[in-house]
Each structure stands twice: as C-alpha cells, then as structure tokens.
C-alpha cells in the first residue's frame, strides 16, 4: 500500500486522513526563493508555520508527520532544532544541487529522525551516485513539477516518460531506501490521467505519493474518503496487471506525455 501524502496544517482535516489507512500528514516550511521559483506558475507555496507542526503532532495518531524545511541556508541549524522540538518523523530537505548540501543536512539532524532528500534540481539528478548513501537517508522523493522546470522540459511528466524516475526508483531499490514522486490527481482527472500516474507509481515500486487539491474539491458529491478509496481500489486492480499489461501500459503513457508535453508552449 501507497503512502498518500496529505499536504496540510487543518487538524481536522488531519484527523480524518487519521481515520484512514496507509496516511503521511506533511506540513511545509519551505519558503526560501520558493515565490520567485514558482512566479507565474499554477502551484501551491504553503504558509505553514513551526506552531503548526506542534498542532499536527498533537492531531495524529498512527499517521506519520513530516516536515518539509527550507533549503539549506545559514539558519537551517536553528530552523533543524526548533523543528526537532516538535517531535516529527520525518525531516524533507528540499532543493539540494548536490551531496554535500544533503550530507550536512544530514550532520545537523544527526540521526535523531529519518531524512527524505526531495530530488528536484538537475544537480541532485546528476549527483544521485554521490549522496545515495548518505547516513540517515530514508526516502528519495522525485519532485517532478520543480525538476522538469530545472530540465528545461515543458510538461511535469516529461521526467517519467524520459526514463529519468526510472533510474532514481532503481538507484533507491538497490541502496534500500524508500522512493515516491510527483503529486496524483483524482482517478480520471489531470492533464495525465491520476490513474494513468498510479499506473506508474506501481510499475515502478513507489511507496509515496502526494495527493493534490483535487481531492477536496467540494460541491460535487464525492467526499475527500471517498476519492481516496476509489484511489485505493484502483491501487488494488493495478497491483494484479500481468507483466505485459504493466509494459503496455508504461508504453502508452510515455506516448501520452511525449504528445503532451509537445502541445504545449516552452517554459519561460
């Protein structure tokens, strides 16, 4: 079963994805140059503060909290601490270009809770051999929307149809680590289809996924619970594809991003 990631600061809402099995509750603190980044672009910029990190603790039971912190920079060691204070589980560093920025992440939180390093740069992609092993690593979480925008690419799945998450998913089986990526929308909804992009979580043994803002979409009638579940029983029925099918399928939606991704303008 998929890790569903749960992007959130409600501790209602947490509670409910509580309620459910197989749930991760992330709470985002990354802010540094993410405006600038993301200017112009459909995305989603947090403003989650620490004290919410403490509310989402005291919400969960079961439900692992990570926190996304900010790329490194001279205050990540007090920024470290005063997250550590609130007891998560996880700790993400984000747009790293290479080992060593993981590698001192990695010394500051010393061993006291795993490290998720989110791959969305093309120096961490390059580097990938020299910061697979850092001490501490748990998961490799491909970004694709702030990766394909550092490839230079025109379409967030590019990377996936390119063969790009097929070797972090390698790398990552072989080093033992966990491996997630991108963010799913509801079953038929997206430009790629979010069963489409389930599809390939399973071919490629991805243990986590984010969930994206389509699944509290209201006023159609289908619940947040809902859509998970349909999102779980379709987990279910691609989990059983013959070997040929699970090819046909990655197949169909290499081409199906390829034409995509042409049909659209370059990025600025």
């Known amino acids: 079963m998929l890790d569903l990631i749960q992007i959130t600061n409600d501790p209602a809402m947490a509670r409910r994805c509580d309620a459910l099995e197989g749930m991760r509750l992330f ?65 993400m560093l984000p747009m790293f270009e290479g080992a060593g920025a993981l590698q001192d992440f990695a010394a500051l939180v010393a061993g006291r809770v795993p ?40 379409f967030m799945f590019e990377p996936l149809a390119l063969g790009l998450v097929d070797r972090v998913a390698a790398a990552a089986r072989v080093q033992g680590l966990r491996f997630g990526f991108g963010g799913i929308a509801r079953l038929g909804e997206g430009l790629l289809p979010g069963r489409d992009v389930l599809a390939e979580h399973l071919r490629l043994g991805s243990q986590a996924m984010i969930l994206s803002r389509t699944f509290h979409r209201d006023g159609d009638g289908v619940s947040f619970e809902q859509a998970v579940a349909a999102l779980r029983e379709a987990e279910s029925q691609l989990a059983h594809r013959t070997a040929e099918a699970v090819q046909a399928d990655a197949l169909r939606i290499a081409a199906q991003v390829r034409q995509l991704a042409a049909s659209l303008p370059p990025k600025p």
């Open 115 to 154: 490290i998720v390093a989110l791959l969305e740069t093309r120096g961490a992609l390059d580097t990938l051999p020299q910061w697979i092993a850092t001490p501490g690593l748990h998961e490799i979480y491909v970004g694709l929307n702030d990766l394909h925008m550092s490839l230079g690419l025109r």
């Open 27 to 91: 709470v985002d603190l990354e802010r540094l140059g993410k405006a600038e980044r993301q200017a112009g672009r459909d995305t989603f910029i947090s403003r989650h503060t620490l004290d919410d990190v403490a509310r989402m603790r005291e919400a969960v039971r079961r439900s692992r909290l990570m926190v996304r912190v900010n790329p490194l920079h001279a205050g990540s060691a007090q920024e470290i601490e005063a997250v550590l204070a609130q007891r998560p589980d996880l700790l």
